[in-house]
Antibody
Framework: EVQLVESGGGFVQPGGSLRLSCAASAFTFSNFEMTWVRQAPGKGLEWVSYISSSGTTTYYTDSVKGRFTISRDNAKNSLYLQMNDLRAEDTALYYC??????????WGQGTLVTVSS | SYELTQPLSVSVALGQTARITCGGNNIGSKNVHWYQQKPGQAPVLVIYRDSNRPSGIPERLSGSNSGNTATLTITRAQAGDEADYYCQVWDSRSVVFGGGTMLTVL
């Protein structure tokens, strides 16, 4: 059974940084595109970033461009999201997702990021 | 940027049919996916590429897509279908979600 386990969330002050990780198992990680999606408390789903299977292509939603960096280590079956210059509006539950085509067919349980002074 | 419009809420009587719409400009030309999210849980893919069900998703859930509207249909609605539902497409190097629809089973 596909498993995606996020970690690295926590409480951080505005302007701070966090690095999220997503450990993947039970599928050939290097064959699949991956994505990060976040959900602010009580709000809907918001796509954050995408990375191709090889890691050579990345995309970001406008509000995080220049602040967040997505990456992956296929040898370690791991996905990452480096988040810098965090803002209150980045507060959310962050999910990693496995893409199969343009759909997200598996989701982790999420890691909570809280940005507050 | 591409936008997807969903009703905030839909109500359905137990055992009846619910339809949740997802509007977008010429959405019929795109692949639409649907997710179900229950409180405190991660989203689950329930329909992909307009009308396909992943394994384990009951046949009561179906999807269609034409023109400017995609529709998720839930027949014989059950209490366990109460959840938020999100549509999603891929557009211009980004994943786009609709705002979500809360389904209430009365």
């Amino acid at each position: 059974e596909v498993q995606l386990v996020e970690s690295g969330g926590g409480f951080v002050q505005p302007g701070g940084s966090l690095r999220l990780s997503c450990a993947a198992s039970a599928f050939t990680f290097s064959n699949f595109e991956m994505t990060w999606v976040r959900q602010a408390p009580g709000k809907g789903l918001e796509w954050v970033s995408y990375i191709s299977s090889s890691g050579t292509t990345t995309y970001y939603t406008d509000s995080v461009k220049g602040r967040f960096t997505i990456s992956r280590d296929n040898a370690k079956n791991s996905l990452y999201l480096q988040m810098n210059d965090l803002r209150a509006e980045d507060t959310a539950l962050y999910y990693c997702g496995k893409q199969s085509g343009s759909q997200i067919d598996n989701w982790g349980q999420g890691t909570l990021v809280t940005v507050s002074s | 940027s591409y936008e997807l419009t969903q009703p905030l809420s839909v109500s359905v009587a137990l055992g009846q049919t619910a339809r949740i719409t997802c509007g977008g400009n010429n959405i019929g030309s795109k692949n639409v996916h649907w997710y179900q999210q229950k409180p405190g849980q991660a989203p689950v893919l329930v329909i992909y590429r307009d009308s396909n069900r992943p394994s384990g998703i009951p046949e009561r859930l179906s999807g269609s897509n034409s023109g400017n509207t995609a529709t998720l249909t839930i027949t014989r609605a059950q209490a366990g279908d109460e959840a938020d539902y999100y549509c999603q497409v891929w557009d211009s190097r980004s994943v786009v979600f609709g705002g979500g629809t809360m389904l209430t089973v009365l």
